[in-house]
């Protein structure tokens, strides 16, 4: 069964934890996401990387952090650091190959809660 | 700065209708455009992506369309189902960088029977 992993489904929290989401891919893909997600809104960039042991902050990664050791997982920790943390939280993987390939495949989300 | 707009933010129909969503972008140097439908709490899943040489694109019930000259592209849905109610999203990559995507923030569909 291929396909983009994320766990857990639903993430509770207290204020002032740190908190990890994970995130497991089996397609080969050199390119892995974080995105969050606020109803109402796009989805938000937070991370990206396109190869092992190195990524970019994207567009809101102040209170977040990630680390990319294997090809196939893109784990992203919430610091506490992180004033609004309450979201819908969601990885992402694709190829770096041409324009006409380039689409992103989507994990079912983790929602996380803080309390 | 690269933005995307959809519209209508959300549009309600009757199953077996046809609807049309819109998306206008503004996104330099443009790459590709997608279309995603994102059922409630799931992640998104594509439907459709074009590059700047394609018009149009299809997917089944789902039809695509692209004019690079006025930066504008549309959904179509023939038939509608029940299943089809979701937030439908539209992406453009901007080069080759892959964390140059630019999100649409959506129009959620409902259809009613």
């Known amino acids: 069964d291929g396909g983009i992993t994320q766990s857990p489904k639903y993430l509770f929290r207290k204020e002032g934890q740190n908190v990890t989401l994970s995130c497991e891919q089996n397609l080969n893909h050199d390119a892995m996401y974080w995105y969050r997600q606020d109803p109402g809104q796009g989805l938000r960039l937070i991370y990206y990387?396109?190869?092992?042991?190195?990524?970019q902050k994207g567009d809101i990664a102040e209170g977040y952090s990630v680390s990319r050791e294997k090809k196939e997982s893109f784990p992203l920790t919430v610091t506490s650091a992180q004033k609004n943390p309450t979201a819908f939280y969601l990885c992402?993987?694709?190829?770096?190959?041409?324009?006409?390939?380039?689409?992103?495949?989507f994990g079912p989300g983790t929602r996380l809660t803080v309390l | 700065k690269n933005q995307v707009e959809q519209s209508p933010q959300s549009l309600i129909i009757l199953e077996g209708k046809n609807c049309t969503l819109q998306?206008?972008?503004?996104?330099?140097?443009?790459?590709?455009l997608r279309w995603y439908k994102q059922d409630t709490g799931r992640g998104p899943v594509s439907l459709t992506i074009m590059t700047f040489s394609e018009n149009t694109k299809s997917n089944g019930r789902y039809t695509a369309t692209l004019d690079a000259d006025t930066k504008q592209s549309s959904l179509h849905i023939t038939a509608s189902q029940l299943s089809d109610s979701a937030s439908y999203i539209c992406?453009?990559?901007?080069?080759?960088?892959?964390?140059?995507?630019?999100f649409g923030d959506g129009t959620t569909l409902t259809v009613k029977p």
């Open positions: 992402a993987s694709s190829v770096l190959g041409t324009a006409s390939t380039d689409t992103q495949y």
């Open positions: 990387s396109q190869i092992v042991n190195d990524f």
């Open positions: 992406v453009v990559s901007a080069g080759t960088n892959a964390g140059k995507s630019t």
């Open positions: 998306c206008n972008y503004t996104v330099s140097p443009f790459s590709n």
